[in-house]
């Protein structure tokens, strides 16, 4: 059915700075602002063109995405709008922003996907996701309205996108949502804060909670516990969220204040378990000092994020009794396998100057480790299992410079590019940086470095057709509801 004052397939529109027509294509979703088409350039390309209903078209809107055009797109990440859009055939007016690809899938489809991607692309996808917000932030502007709706995700290249970019602003400027109510900060609840840089700082800690623990911070058994049906004593859904996300809210793992945990048989309470503490502890701060403290030094700041999801990208480890992903850190180096509840030895581990790197199979060492340019792209070096010794590991050279080595007892040797290093402890010099290699030394072990050609880079080895991603890590533990054993909250 043909909408009045709506596009429809066929019809043509201009782009107001370009003077380029394209040509409305199929409509690909809709909702209460306006409607979204595939639209084409005269040469095929396609974009996505957003228009806006009746009573949305307003003024201050339109100087709004104007303003956004001007600005330019912060990180790329953001499906930000091109250039404006209006057509002789209808009033009003739109605006044309790239088209999602269809690597990417829903944030929610990936959470509810039975098998998750390893922890080392779940650490990369929030690091995405912190570094597009801190490049939107830095631009002087607040995102407002985080969602499920507006994330998705490239799980094999552990990318964001992130779409509905037309309510964007600066901190005091136009605004038209407040937010979603699930992830808007509580004072934003309460009527007492406009969105802001500061509240997308508690929007984006409830998106990584969802990313890494699997539910929402504040919905526990307090929540649960508060609905009623019957018509004594009944409260409203509305009144018990303004409790629960507003006035009251309690984090579901607050140390102080156990009654608002996760009910048995939740995930959260497998996967909280599962991360080291200072992962868990910046959740504790974001979700209890952050809650009521509504500032830059309230909050968590991307920064922050950025360096701990980095040192939890590099504590991933492999138990050796049960074969279970899991983290290993330095400060926590007695804790216990998350799955079989067994102490391990500690892995080989590469110490930099400013980090520690878990040399687990598929480990890696980026231009950023050995430069600290934030180039986490640059691979320079690749854990990689042991070509005749099972469960050990060798590190190739990736880089395009040849490494010194010194092994403990040994004579220093070159590692040139392509080539295989036998891990034991050793100083290796990358060149723009020196690291010391931590691992226990094995009898019978020789100086050998293997030499063998890197793999094609387009090509990545797979041992199926199902994506890497797939793959990688081991599969987790039933939930607690399926083996009868919740862990304790």
């Known amino acids: 059915m043909i909408e009045p004052d709506l596009p429809s397939a066929g019809m043509r529109v201009r782009m107001s700075g370009a003077g380029t ?65 209006t057509s002789p055939e209808i009033p009003g007016f739109g605006y044309v922003m790239p088209l999602r690809e269809d690597r990417f899938i829903s944030f929610a489809q990936m959470l509810s996907e039975p098998e998750q991607p390893p922890f080392r692309i779940l650490a990369n996808i929030g690091r995405d996701l912190v570094e597009a917000f801190a490049a939107l932030h830095f631009g002087g502007l607040c995102y407002r309205d985080v969602s499920f709706g507006n994330l998705f995700v490239d799980p094999e290249r552990a990318e964001v996108a992130i779409c509905d970019n037309d309510n964007v602003g600066t901190d005091k400027g136009h605004v038209a949502v407040y937010g979603t109510l699930r992830f808007m900060a509580p004072e934003i609840v309460r009527l007492e804060k406009l969105p802001s840089t500061v509240t997308d700082l508690h929007s984006l800690a409830v998106l990584l909670f969802y990313l890494f623990v699997h539910g929402h911070p504040l919905e526990g058994a307090r929540v649960q516990g508060s609905y009623t049906w019957g018509e004594d004593g009944h409260v409203s859904e509305n009144e018990l969220a303004f409790t629960h996300f507003g006035t009251s809210p309690l984090f579901v793992f ?52 950025r360096k701990e999801l980095l040192r939890l990208h590099d504590s991933v ?27 391990s030895a500690q892995p080989p581990l590469l110490q930099l100057p400013s980090s520690t790197i878990v040399l687990s199979e598929g480990a890696t060492v980026t231009a950023h480790h050995l430069r600290r340019n934030r180039d986490f792209q640059t691979i320079e070096a690749i854990v990689e299992p042991h070509p005749s010794a099972p469960g050990r590991v060798v590190l190739r050279n990736r880089s395009t410079v040849a490494w010194t080595v010194s ?83």
């Open 407 to 489: 092994p403990e007892g040994e004579p220093t040797d070159q590692v040139y590019p392509g080539q295989r290093l036998a891990l034991r402890p050793m100083t290796i010099a990358f060149g723009p940086a020196t690291g010391v290699v931590r691992a226990p030394t094995r009898r019978n072990d020789v100086t050998k470095v293997w030499q063998q050609a890197l793999p094609p880079r387009s090509s990545p080895p797979r041992t199926s057709s199902a994506p890497s991603w797939r793959q990688a890590s081991p599969p987790l533990v039933p939930p607690p509801r399926d083996r009868g054993d919740a862990p304790a909250g």
């Open 254 to 305: 607050d140390p102080d204040d156990a009654s608002n945990r996760p009910v048995p048989g939740d995930l959260m309470l497998t996967w909280w378990q599962i991360y080291p503490r200072f992962l868990r502890d910046l959740f504790i701060r974001a979700f209890t000092t952050g809650l009521t403290d509504a500032s830059l030094s309230g909050r968590i700041l991307e920064g922050v994020w």
């Open 317 to 343: 480890s492999v138990c050796p009794s049960c074969s279970a992903a899991r983290f290993y850190d330095t400060d926590e180096a007695d804790a216990p396998c998350w799955n079989c509840h067994l102490p």
């Open 21 to 85: 027509v394209l040509t409305v294509g199929e409509r690909l979703g809709e909702g209460g602002q306006g409607v979204v088409h595939r639209a084409l350039l005269p040469s095929g390309t396609a974009f996505a063109l957003k228009w806006y209903r009746s009573g949305s078209d307003t003024p201050e809107q339109r100087q709004a995405i104007s303003a956004l055009i001007a600005h330019g797109c912060p990180h790329r990440a953001f499906l930000w709008p091109i250039d404006l859009v």
